[in-house]
């Protein structure tokens, strides 16, 4: 079985730019989300969605956007990117909107420049 | 506040030698209890969790875990460590009440072995 896939796995981007991260979660799994890990501190929850509507958000700027896909696929979309912005994005999915277990994709290594 | 707190930030232990990793959390109900381990450059692994019931819970890779209510702690041990095992641990909870949606994460400890 496919687990969690995200897309790229590295990418650099030039500050001011915009940027999107796509996740595929475990099939039969209805709730992505969303945690930035800067270098050397643990994840922080950005975003949940389940069953297609955010369901949950954390304390990050209206820069960041997301969304969810009829077949559960989620995009994680950043604008105007800043230096702060680079860090390790993960994408986690469940089989519900409460998480008892979540499994997590190998990131994808965003650095701005 | 609420918070997860893991008070040792790099431990390092010989290989064969034995292993306890510290998890505090302050919140007023007990939340759900997990441990995670990542690898350099990767993502998360579920190691165990705790939810109700038995206090020592048993996970993969020859992991446990104890949870003490009185101390609100949640530590993670193993008997035997091996050289595979240095890596980041992080331990995280879910709330109890609210959207019981997001993990909230310690800010890990990262573990050497020594030969």
């Known amino acids: 079985d496919a687990g969690v896939t995200q897309s790229p796995t590295h990418l650099i981007k030039t500050r001011g730019q915009q940027v999107t991260l796509r996740c595929s979660p475990i099939?039969?799994?209805?709730?992505v989300s969303w945690y930035q890990q800067v270098l050397g501190q643990g994840p922080q929850f950005i975003f949940q969605y389940y069953e297609k509507e955010e369901r949950g958000r954390g304390n990050f700027p209206d820069r960041f956007s997301a969304r969810q896909f009829p077949n559960y696929s989620s995009e994680l979309n950043v604008n105007a990117l800043l230096l702060g912005d680079s860090a390790l994005y993960l994408c986690?999915?469940?089989?519900?909107?409460?998480?008892?277990?979540?499994?997590f994709g190998q990131g994808t290594r965003l650095t701005v420049v | 506040a609420q918070s997860v707190t893991q008070p040792d930030i790099h431990i390092t232990v010989s290989e064969g030698a034995s292993l306890e990793l510290r998890c505090n959390y302050s919140y007023g109900a007990t939340p759900y209890l997990f441990w995670y381990v990542q690898s350099p450059g990767q993502g998360l692994q579920l190691l165990l969790k705790y939810f109700s019931g038995d206090t020592l819970v048993q996970g993969i890779k020859g992991f446990e875990a104890e949870f003490k209510r009185s101390q609100s702690s949640f530590n993670l041990r193993k008997p035997s460590v091996h050289w595979s095992d240095a890596a980041e641990y992080f331990c995280?909870?879910?709330?109890?009440?609210?959207?019981?949606?997001?993990?909230?994460f310690g800010k890990g400890t990262k573990l050497s072995v020594k030969p």
């Open positions: 995280a909870v879910v709330p109890r009440g609210g959207s019981q949606g997001n993990l909230i």
């Open positions: 986690a999915s469940s089989l519900a909107g409460i998480v008892t277990e979540a499994f």
């Open positions: 099939s039969g799994h209805k709730s």
